[in-house]
């Protein structure tokens, strides 16, 4: 069973950083892709970035310069590093597993495992 758990959030000041990690475990599969995405309270879950096992990164345009998504996989494990963070990031994010070849999209519909998520709180 597929299980993904993701560690790294917490309160931060505007133009802060953090980073956040993924570490997915009990993955069968040879080769698979990994997103990051955020949900903030009362919004849709949205696509952050995501890479697949060639080192291939997407983001979106609005943490494109500011987030970088890397992976280490002799440990199953992506990272998410965040900087000159805003109040706007704030919410809980999300690593999730796909299989699908339109990872790219971003989309939450083409990932199928979900880690339980980690809280990003940005002050002004």
């Known amino acids: 069973q597929v299980q993904l758990v993701e560690s790294g959030g917490g309160s931060v000041q505007s133009g802060g950083s953090l980073r956040l990690s993924c570490a997915v475990f009990?993955?069968?599969?040879?080769?698979?892709?990994i997103g990051w995405f955020r949900q903030a309270p009362g919004k849709e879950r949205e696509g952050v970035a995501a890479?697949?096992?060639?080192?291939?990164?997407r983001y979106a345009d609005s943490v494109k310069g500011r987030f970088t998504m890397s992976q280490d996989n002799a440990k199953n494990t992506v990272y998410l590093q965040m900087k000159s963070l805003k109040p706007d990031d704030t919410a809980m994010y999300y690593c999730a597993v796909s299989h699908n070849s339109e990872w790219w999209l971003l989309s939450p519909n083409v990932f199928g495992y979900w880690g339980q998520g980690t809280q990003v709180t940005v002050s002004s």
């Open positions: 009990g993955h069968s599969y040879s080769y698979y892709y």
């Open positions: 890479i697949d096992m060639d080192g291939n990164t």
